[in-house]
Every structure is written in structure tokens, then in C-alpha cells.
């Protein structure tokens, strides 16, 4: 593929930014490459290089380019300023984003400012991870320190032809050494996590700390890691986990993205002043976002794929090659991509990439190689034998392991990978992306691939093996509330709309993976079980009616009530799972690669969930892959004990960083029942520990993640930056991976026919419209979706329910019986801009008198209930005869702000709200005309029905009737949310 710019100098011209690749050492500048991005945004090739020009003082290094974040009419490059290698496979070295630098691109005054500051806080940085490394040598003063170098290699060198042992990874090839090495990992390792202080360590772990969750028992522990970590945390402030929304930040790194006091410059033209009132805190969050430590990238290597499903010797840009469902900075790095600078489009994914080396003592060649849980009987055996072969071949690889135990010398040198890919689809945060969306994607949909090897990934000699899992939400429409612990779940949708996206999402994995077997964790009893019924009734259906494919291709599933078979903290029942899946993972494998090519593979998946596919979740797959890679040794006539050896702790420990650092990116906080992942064990520390995070959680979910999650979707390119404002409006995030459109345009089918009876009578148009939750009222405490039907006999006014798409109640209004409309300014709050905005608040008020005794609104249980009832609500009184009764309704906004996609444009709240009235008006003196109700008068018709113009709510209106502690409240939630 053709060669990434591995570094890039940003500098600031007059004109705009300068992009050009760092030389190697001794080496003249190359300009050929070189690009400009001038101060609109656009991206453009440079022919000339300026980085000599005296309009260039100052520039910075970096090792990629994220995208550029394009709010409103200004535009910030996002930069990568610090990496970690965490991982090299074949050869090729895999990073982790540590650190971001955010430039507006604005004017070069303040690029150049920016480009300071981020500089400064690289030296801070760089100090710091000096004192790092002075400590760390006192700890190893072996050769695994020798192997590590300052910056004395370039990336564009070529690295020596000799093989060194990576003291990161364990493995055996050229060393990528970089000056990050030092910097990133043993300088920041209290940054990393609590688990990177011994993970590159000759030491290792001792016993008693594996047995304690993980943790380091030596008493100094903390005090090194504060000490090194004292430039980036703020005076007595706590180390917090690294999370948008949620993790503290000093002044100093605000500032290397662009100072407040900016921010005016950056913004050209007219813009929504909500917008710019929050863009401090959203170019903090999306640096704190990218720098949190969940973004890793590889050069040469695609991460996105399996090992099995590498492209060799391909023509195309990386990119190219990269599967946009984990191409997660694809939307911000289009403005390059459409320009053609694929040299500069780095492809990042979101997830985990860690990496352990370990050794293993031949057996005799005599030994079955057979691996027994000494918590089953001599005859259980779980996946020991190798997946779907003969006797003779199973004979045969046998035979060739023998023959290399044989001539191997006592012990035999492996390395296991473990990358997970988040989806791009249906991304987000805990609560706010639950279940399913239209199109079939899921919420934390995450594909974790095992990758077992030799260190020297020796293509003639050496097998590898990859092993396949996924997670996902449960493929259903549902959500919670994040206001409660235990949140009631709410299903959304018809039987049908959600078997249609069940059906979809099932298609959509088995092209990808093959067969699926489905393994639930959630409760039979309590809040879990109605969901888990309900997912268990789809996939019986979806059996029943031709499957997967509509051939008879059954969809595996197993409901496994983790914690009731595992309550009491015995969570080694796991085990009893394990019996139910072993034929299913025994028959599809694993992927196997012999010589460079493929020669068995995967042909199926585990779909595991839980209710947010965290920690129980992360149990299974970990005993699943912790099977697994017991067989794969055995296939190779090697024995290994992960349950029961304490030497065999870093298996544990991968899996649950890799259990983490999911949690964290979905839920804000590591994942609970991390002890028994690290350990095999569970103790009332653990569970101590699971109660502090729950709450952490609760908190995450109540405050910092509507504002990260209307930033993700910004970034993801699903929705405008007016989701900003709506979020500054309503202090909430919307669900925009449901199409609106689809949704609305369903509703107003499905109630007309439900409500509309005579077969003569015919619809003319039908719009959603936003109303008073109660009738005869202009302002309620809150507000709903209705649907208004306009027929060329009467108005239809339906309130449904939208989660079970079904219409609640629905008044008949006789277009005789109209007597005015009135249209204009309709405000419902004055707590926030975007409320008082005259032109988007627009609205109108229908009035119509009712005929005494007749019910007027009809309810829809089982069926409609058309007798006359005697509430109030639903009888229309001699009162209500007398003054009348009116509908209000609101203008919806056009897209709530999801990106438009091919078509026109809808119209503005104020043309919707004047061509509804219009045409209301139109039909009613249409029917009129027609019995002879209009009579001519002084040149106009009497009985004409004519839009008047007249606020509904007028802005002067609606602040007389805020009230004090309702404008408190707001501030307050304001305070603490934004």
C-alpha cells in the first residue's frame, strides 16, 4: 500500500496552515507531499517549501492528522501529539492515541498561539516521562531497559536489520524505537492505568498482587506514579479515568486547543451564539475524547480486519482498505479524502489493542495434550481437539508438533493479541444508545479478536491462530432511563417493526461471521426478564419463519441467568455455560494461517450480551477465549492451565484491560466484576469495589454523558452542530440514528387507518405536529408528538403512543364546524436561546364549536370505544358550547438536526406552519362551497374561513409567566450540566 506521512510539521503561514512530512534525519526537506489548509478549511497541495519563510517562527511535530472538526463557519485541525506502542503484528507496530493538539484555523496569529502552547505542554510532558524513565531504570536496571531509546531514530529511517527482543511486547523482530516509548508508556504509565506499572516489567506480578484484582502491593506504588503524573493533574485533584465529559483537566490543556478569549476570532460570519457560547467546552471535550487513550492506529497494519482478512501486497491507501464500521474519524477526514491527499488519511479505531508474550515446556510426545478443568469430571472436555477435522488429520498435526517439540529446546515462545473494534453505528453512551436501530446496528457493538503466534511471526514455520467474538445490545427497539438504578425497560415499535430490524441485524452478522449462536446473560426475574422473554420470542420466530437467511438457517440461543446461577459470588458456574456452548465453539473453530495463506476458517460467532454488554459480557468471552486458546496449544501438543496457574495471570489481566477500557468508553468507569476477571476469583472487596463504580456510573449518566454524546454523533457526521444548540436548549441528547422522517411519515399511515371509517372519504395531507399534553391549553408542563390528519370532510387530531406505534385517542373535528385559525410567534419557555428564537417557535390555534352531548374524543385499547363517556375531558359541555373548544399545535423543527441527506431541504418552522394553515383553510371552503354554506356579502363570502395573523404565546408573554424558581432550576442544570 502506499507509504502514511509518519510524521507532519504544522506550522502557521499568512495564508493558512502548512502540512509538510518531517525528513529523516540527514535528509533535505521533501515537498512534494506538502499541503496547505487555508483559513476556510479547504485543503490543497503545496508546491513550495515555506517552512524557512520568516511568517513561519514557530512549528510542531506530530505523528498524524485526526481530521478536521468543522463547526459552524470555523474549522480546528485535530492532530495526533502523543502515542503509545501497545502492540506490533507482523512486524508492523500498533499505537495508542495518548495526547491531541486542537488548531483553529482563523487566522495565523492565533494558530501560532495554539502551536506554543502545545508545545509547552509536550515539554511539560517531556519532563515528566524523564523522570519516569530514571525511576523505571532503577527498577530494571537488566537489558530490557537498554533496548529502549531516547529519539535517535526518525520514522521514515528504516530500522536495523538485526532482531532485538521488544521489551513492550515480548517478541522477537526489528524494534520500532521512538522517543513515544519513553515518553508515552514509561512515563505516563499511571496515566495508562493501574495495571502498566508491572506489565513491562522483567518481574512481573507477584503472587498476592494477581490474587488482589491486579493491584500492585508495594507501598510506593502511588507515590511514583503521582510524582510522575504531577503535570497533568491539577493540584489536589484525584487521578480520574480518562472519559469525555468526565475527566479533569488543567488550564494547560485547555489551552493547547485554543484559548477562550479566541474563539470569537475563530468564528466567522453570522453563527448561532449557542454555539459559540459552548465551543470551549466542545473543543475540550473532543480533545479530552481523542486523547482518552480509546483510539489506536497502525501505519501499515489494518486494524479493522482480522489477520485473516489482511489485503497482501494491495495498491490502495490504507484507508481504502479500512472497514468503515471501525473507521471512526472517517467523517472528519473527508475534507482530505475528497481532495485526494491520501497520504495524509490516517484511519484510527476505537476500542482496545493489548498484547502479552509468554512461554511454554514442550510435553512428551507421547502426552494427549489434553487440558481437563479440575471442576468436571475426567470426561468433560472442553474444545481440546482440533475444530472439524478428520482423525487422521487431527493424527497429523499432532505428529508435526511431536516432531518440533522434539527438536525445540525446553520451552516454546508465544505471543497473544487481543484487539476489539467498536461499530461506528449506532455509537454512544450507556442509556443513551440502547437496542437496536431501523437498519439492524446495535448499541456497543463490538468485534474482539485473539490473535496467538510467535513472537517473530514467522510466516514459513509458524502457525497463527485468531479466534472471533462479538458483543451487542439486544437486537431489539428498548430504552431506560438514566435516572434510576434499577431503570424500567421500555420497548418501543410494533412486533413487526422490531422483527423487521431483528431480522436485519441477524442478516447483516451472519454475512460477516456465518452462523451465530446467541448467548444472554440478562435476569429471568426482575427488570431484565421482560426484555430477555421478548428477545427470546424473536429469535424463536425468526427460527419458525426460515431463519437467518429464509432457508431454514437457525439462529443459535441460550438464555444463561448469570446471576442467578452465579449469585453468592460464585462465578466459576460459568463453567455450566460453558457445556452449553462447547459443541457450537467446537464446530465453527477458529481461523487458522499456515505459510501465509488461510487454511481453516472461522465459520461462525458468538453474539454475547448482557443488558449493556459490560461485565457479564467480558466473563464469558473471556472463559470463551480462555478455551480456546487452550485448544489451539493443544493442537500443537502444549499444555497450559489458565484457571488454576498463577504464572498464567496476564491472561487475565489482558482480558480485563480489555474489559475496561470497553466499560469506560460505554459507561464512564471500568468494568465491574473486574476482580474475578483478573483472578478467577471473587471476594467482598470486589464487590465493594463493583458499588463504588455503579455510582459512578449513575452520576456518568445523569450529567456528563448527554453533552459527549451529542459530540460523538457531531464527529460521527450523524447530525449539524445545531445539536449543540438543542442540547444547550433541553440540557439532553437525542436519539438521531432513528429516522425521524420514516418514523412520522409510519405514524400518519397507520392513523389514518385506524381513525378514518368511511371508504368515500379521502385524505388530503397528514403532518406531525408538536402539543399540549392536555387539551383545551396552550402551555402544559410538557409537550408531545401528535398527528393532525386533514380529509375533505373533516380534521383528525390523533395522540399516540410511540412506543408501541399505536394511536391512544383521536377526535373527529367537521371542517363546518372550524371557525377560526390563528398562526404566528408560539413560545413555550424562555429558559434557553433557542426557545425564544421567533423564528423557529412558530405555531397555530384551530377553534371549533362542538355539538352538546356528542363524545368527542375516542379511545383505542383493544379496539375503538365509540360510546359516550362521561368525562369531562370527553364530553363537550354546554360551557365549553359556549365559549368553544381550540387545538394548539407547534412547528416541529424541519431535520432535528440530522445531517441532510439527498433532496431539497425541508422548509422552516414558519413556511410549514403558513402552508398547514393554508391548506386547512383551502379544503374547509372547498366543502363549504360545495353544500352551499358560503353566501356572498360586501364582495367577500360570508362564513370564508381566512388565516388570521396573531401570536399564540408572545415572547413578552411568555417571560410573565416563567417563574423564579423555575428559571433557578434551569440555571442550576445548567451549572452542573454544561
Known amino acids: 500500500m502506499p507509504g502514511l506521512v509518519r510524521k507532519v510539521l504544522v506550522f502557521a503561514a499568512v495564508d493558512g496552515l502548512i502540512l509538510q512530512p518531517a525528513p529523516p534525519r540527514n535528509h533535505l526537506p521533501t ?3 506538502a499541503i496547505k489548509i487555508d483559513y476556510k478549511g479547504n485543503v490543497g497541495p503545496l508546491l513550495k517549501d515555506r517552512r524557512e519563510e520568516s511568517t513561519a517562527p514557530v512549528s510542531l511535530e506530530t505523528h498524524g492528522i485526526i481530521g478536521l472538526l468543522k463547526i459552524a463557519s470555523s474549522s480546528f485541525l485535530i492532530s495526533i501529539c502523543g502515542r503509545e506502542q501497545v502492540a506490533q503484528i507482523h512486524g508492523k507496530p500498533i499505537y495508542k492515541i495518548t495526547d491531541v493538539s486542537l488548531i483553529p484555523l482563523s487566522s495565523q496569529a492565533d494558530a501560532d498561539q495554539a502551536i506554543v502552547t502545545a508545545n509547552e505542554h509536550l515539554a511539560r510532558h517531556n519532563r515528566s516521562s524523564q523522570t519516569g524513565e530514571s525511576d523505571e531504570a532503577s527498577d530494571n536496571s537488566d537489558d530490557e531497559s537498554q533496548s529502549i531509546s531516547g529519539d535517535s531514530l526518525d520514522d521514515d529511517v528504516t530500522p536495523p536489520a538485526q532482531e532485538i527482543k521488544d521489551p513492550l511486547t515480548g517478541q522477537k523482530g526489528p524494534m520500532d524505537r521512538r522517543g513515544s516509548v519513553v515518553e508515552d508508556v514509561i512515563g505516563k504509565k499511571g496515566v495508562y492505568g493501574r495495571f502498566a506499572d508491572k506489565w513491562f516489567s522483567r518481574k512481573g506480578w507477584s503472587t498476592e498482587s494477581r490474587r488482589m484484582q491486579g493491584m500492585s502491593s508495594e ?7 503521582m510524582a510522575k503524573d504531577v503535570d497533568s493533574i491539577m493540584p489536589g485533584e484525584a487521578e480520574q479515568p480518562i472519559r469525555p465529559g468526565a475527566i479533569p483537566v488543567s488550564d494547560n490543556d485547555v489551552k493547547d486547543s485554543v484559548s477562550p478569549g479566541d474563539i470569537p476570532k475563530a468564528m466567522e460570519g453570522s453563527t448561532d451564539s449557542t454555539t459559540v457560547t459552548l465551543l470551549p467546552k466542545i473543543l475540550k471535550t473532543a480533545k479530552m475524547y481523542f486523547g482518552s487513550g480509546n483510539f489506536f492506529f497502525s501505519y501499515d497494519y489494518d486494524l479493522s480486519h482480522g489477520i485473516g482478512k489482511q489485503q497482501k501486497n494491495s495498491s490502495l491507501p490504507l484507508y481504502k482498505q479500512f472497514e468503515p464500521l471501525y473507521f471512526w474519524n472517517q467523517h ?26 509468554f512461554n511454554l515446556k514442550g510435553v512428551d510426545s507421547r502426552s494427549t495434550s489434553i487440558m481437563l478443568d479440575p471442576s468436571h469430571n475426567p470426561d468433560d472436555i472442553h474444545l481440546k481437539s482440533y475444530p472439524s477435522q478428520t482423525d487422521e488429520q487431527v493424527a497429523a498435526s499432532q505428529g508435526d508438533s511431536n516432531t518440533a517439540a522434539e527438536e525445540s529446546p525446553e520451552s516454546k515462545e508465544f505471543l497473544l493479541t487481543l484487539v476489539s473494534r467498536r461499530s461506528v453505528k449506532r455509537a454512544g453512551l450507556r442509556y443513551l444508545r440502547r437496542g437496536i436501530d431501523e437498519e439492524g446496528n446495535v448499541a456497543n457493538s463490538v468485534e474482539t479478536e485473539q490473535i496467538l503466534s510467535s513472537p517473530e511471526w514467522e510466516i514459513s514455520n509458524d502457525r497463527i491462530f485468531s479466534f472471533t467474538q462479538y458483543r451487542g445490545s439486544i437486537p431489539l427497539f428498548f430504552s431506560q432511563s438514566p435516572y434510576s438504578l434499577k431503570p424500567q425497560v421500555q420497548f418501543w415499535g410494533s412486533p413487526e417493526t422490531n422483527a423487521k430490524a431483528f431480522k436485519r441485524h441477524f442478516v447483516d452478522i451472519s454475512s460477516r461471521y456465518g452462523s451465530i449462536y446467541c448467548a444472554s446473560l440478562v435476569d429471568k426475574h426482575g427488570t431484565e426478564s421482560k426484555i430477555g422473554e421478548e428477545y427470546e420470542k424473536q429469535a424463536a420466530a425468526l427460527n419458525e419463519h426460515g431463519g437467518i437467511d429464509g432457508r431454514g438457517t437457525k439462529l443459535g440461543f441460550e438464555w444463561f441467568d448469570f446471576h442467578n446461577v452465579c449469585r453468592g459470588m460464585h462465578f466459576e458456574n460459568v463453567s455450566k455455560l460453558m457445556d452449553s456452548l462447547a459443541p457450537f465453539l467446537k464446530e465453527t473453530g477458529w481461523t487458522e494461517i499456515e505459510k501465509g495463506e488461510a487454511t481453516y476458517q472461522q465459520s461462525g460467532v458468538l453474539r454475547t450480551n448482557c443488558m449493556d454488554c459490560l461485565d457479564r459480557t467480558n466473563v464469558v468471552q473471556s472463559a470463551c477465549a480462555q478455551a480456546a486458546l487452550e485448544a489451539q496449544l493443544s493442537a500443537q501438543n502444549l499444555s497450559i492451565d489458565l484457571q488454576n496457574d498463577p504464572s498464567t495471570s496476564w491472561f487475565n489481566n489482558l482480558w480485563a484491560d480489555n474489559g475496561d477500557a470497553i466499560s469506560k468508553q460505554y459507561a464512564g468507569t471500568a468494568a465491574l466484576k473486574g476482580d474475578f476477571t483478573r483472578t478467577r476469583k471473587r471476594n467482598a472487596l470486589g464487590a465493594l469495589s463493583d458499588f463504588g463504580l455503579t455510582l459512578t456510573r449513575y452520576y456518568n449518566n445523569i450529567v456528563n454523558d448527554y453533552f459527549a454524546q451529542a459530540l460523538i454523533d457531531f464527529m460521527l457526521g450523524r447530525a449539524t452542530d445545531s ?7 433541553d440540557m439532553k441528547s437525542s436519539d438521531y440514528f432513528v429516522d425521524l422522517k420514516k418514523v412520522r411519515q409510519a405514524a400518519i399511515e397507520r392513523s389514518a387507518g385506524i381513525v378514518i371509517e368511511d371508504k368515500d372519504e379521502d385524505l388530503v395531507a397528514g403532518w406531525t405536529l408538536s402539543v399540549p399534553s392536555a387539551a383545551n391549553a396552550l402551555k402544559t408542563a410538557a409537550f408531545e408528538e401528535a398527528v393532525l390528519l386533514l380529509t375533505d370532510r373533516a380534521l383528525y387530531f390523533c ?20 371557525e ?6 408560539y413560545i413555550t419557555s424562555t429558559l434557553a436561546q433557542r426557545h425564544m428564537d421567533v423564528e423557529k417557535n412558530v405555531g397555530f390555534v384551530i377553534q371549533y364549536r362542538a355539538d352538546e352531548g356528542m363524545a368527542m374524543v375516542r379511545r383505542n385499547t383493544r379496539s375503538l370505544d365509540s360510546g359516550v363517556h362521561d368525562d369531562k375531558a370527553k364530553r363537550c359541555s354546554a360551557k365549553q358550547d359556549a365559549t368553544g373548544r381550540f387545538l394548539a399545535f407547534k412547528a416541529l423543527p424541519p431535520r432535528s438536526a440530522v445531517s441532510a441527506g439527498e433532496g431539497a431541504d425541508p422548509v422552516n418552522e414558519v413556511e410549514m406552519v403558513k402552508g398547514v394553515c393554508e391548506e386547512i383553510a383551502k379544503v ?14 360586501e364582495g367577500v363570502a360570508k362564513g370564508l374561513l381566512v388565516v388570521e395573523e ?3 404565546i408572545s415572547l413578552a408573554d411568555a417571560k410573565k409567566s416563567t417563574g423564579y424558581l423555575e428559571q433557578l432550576g434551569y440555571s442550576l442544570k445548567k451549572l452542573v450540566w454544561a
Do not use: C
Open 723 to 729: 445539536i449543540f444548540a438543542e442540547f444547550e436548549a
Open 31 to 33: 515537498t512534494q507531499q
Open 799 to 818: 395522540r399516540l403512543d410511540w412506543g408501541t406505534e399505536k394511536v391512544k385517542t383521536f377526535e373527529r373535528i367537521d371542517l363546518h364546524d372550524i
Open 219 to 225: 507501598d510506593d506504588l502511588t507515590q511514583k506514579n
Open 924 to 937: 374547509a371552503n372547498k366543502a363549504r362551497s360545495q353544500q352551499g354554506a358560503l353566501t356572498e356579502g
Open 950 to 952: 396573531r401570536d399564540v
Open 820 to 825: 377560526e385559525i390563528g398562526r404566528g410567534v
Open 332 to 357: 472528519l477526514m473527508s475534507p482530505f479524502i475528497e481532495v485526494g491527499q491520501h497520504n495524509f488519511v490516517l484511519p484510527v479505531i476505537q476500542g482496545f489493542v493489548g498484547q502479552r508474550s
